[in-house]
């Protein structure tokens, strides 16, 4: 091997190690930003899986062009997540703009038991069903812009090209994206999870006694039930409105359900819930938002498909088998 040659191999093998350490490096610093990304995801897309997707596809993208001049590189993954998520909420919106069913974001569920003292702070950061089902109605660049500016922080600089607007249009945005927000009157949740059971399993107790009148004095004058009972069982989906109408379904829908299934108590995103279950199977998921003792909005996953996806963490696996649950 002549001496040129003999250069040109050590170079290339110089360069080699230089690009897997480089590799390396991306793959520990984007690992490190994994769990804000697929939060960002969640928050714009309201779907477990596909927030997967999102992070996944970002890493795709990140990988193949390289970070090595990035100066700021968790506000650079996170505008690439957010464009990928971008693309996908506009998609979606295509494909959903003829259909009418009730469509309930992915609820996140984690066992009651494992909860700490520390979960009710965290409570007041975490993003309820009820905010997600009022994201859901924005349009995509409004969800955006609110998403990554008011509960991310990004600088409007940022978003903007994401959206293809200037500084001051993806500020109009996001200030339209927050009236709408705020005109939807979510109630602040209480933070106290341990009255939230209470309430919760008060609720369950009169709709097992058949007590209408008890069923209303728990409810909000204003209380929402949603269920979202799939496409392929499309009649059951619903929404209702008011204290003596919902009652009237509980009474209706659970009092009878009741006799034949095991309710646990579940967290649903940070939240009192219960995941109904008959024979060990999960046969639905039910999240409250209880603002000022009343329950304010209630949500109702019957999706088996559904059901089966996000009932599988380890944690929610074992809570709802009969020698570990405590049912109510």
């Known amino acids: 091997m002549s001496e040129n040659d ?4 050590l170079a290339g093998e110089s ?8 590799r390396h490096w991306l793959t520990d610093r984007f690992e490190e930003h994994r769990a804000r990304l697929h939060a960002v995801a969640y928050r714009m897309l ?33 505008t690439i997540t957010a464009r990928v998520c971008l693309n996908m909420l506009r998609s979606r919106n295509v494909r959903r703009e003829e259909s009418l069913e009730v469509r309930l974001p992915d609820p996140v569920i984690s066992s009651a038991a494992e909860s700490q003292p ?31 500016h008011d509960m991310f922080g990004l600088p409007f600089e940022e978003i903007a090209p ?33 009255r939230q059971r209470e309430v919760v399993d008060a609720f369950f107790a009169a709709a097992r006694d058949g007590d209408f009148d008890a069923l209303v004095k728990l409810l909000h004058p204003g209380v929402v039930l949603r269920i979202d009972a799939g496409s392929v069982h499309a009649a059951g989906s619903m929404e209702i409105h008011g204290a ?31 995941v109904a279950t008959r024979r060990d199977r999960p046969v ?20 088996p498909e559904r059901l089966r996806r996000i009932t599988a963490g380890a944690s929610v696996a074992a809570a709802v088998q009969p020698s570990t649950s405590a049912g109510i």
């Open 244 to 274: 003596a109408d919902v009652a009237r379904q509980a009474l209706s829908g659970l009092t009878t359900l009741l006799r034949a299934v095991r309710l646990t108590p579940v967290l649903v995103n940070g939240a009192a819930g219960v």
């Open 118 to 148: 520390e979960d009710e702070a965290l409570l007041a950061d975490s993003v309820g069903l009820a905010l997600l089902v009022v994201l859901d109605a924005l349009t995509p660049a409004e969800r955006l812009t609110f998403v990554l």
């Open 6 to 9: 003999q250069a040109g191999f």
């Open 162 to 194: 994401v959206v293809g607007r200037t500084p001051a249009a993806a500020r109009q945005l996001a200030s339209r994206a927050r009236r709408r927000v705020s005109g939807a009157g979510l109630a602040p949740p209480d933070t106290d999870l341990a």
């Open 46 to 78: 309201g779907s477990l899986d596909d927030a997967d997707d999102a992070v996944q596809d970002t890493w795709l993208r990140v990988s193949n062009a390289g970070a090595a001049d990035v100066a700021n590189l968790g506000g650079w993954l996170t």
């Open 15 to 22: 360069n080699g190690a230089s690009d897997a350490g480089e």
């Open 284 to 303: 639905t998921v039910i999240g409250f938002t209880i603002a000022d003792g009343k329950i304010v909005e209630m949500d109702s996953i019957a999706d």
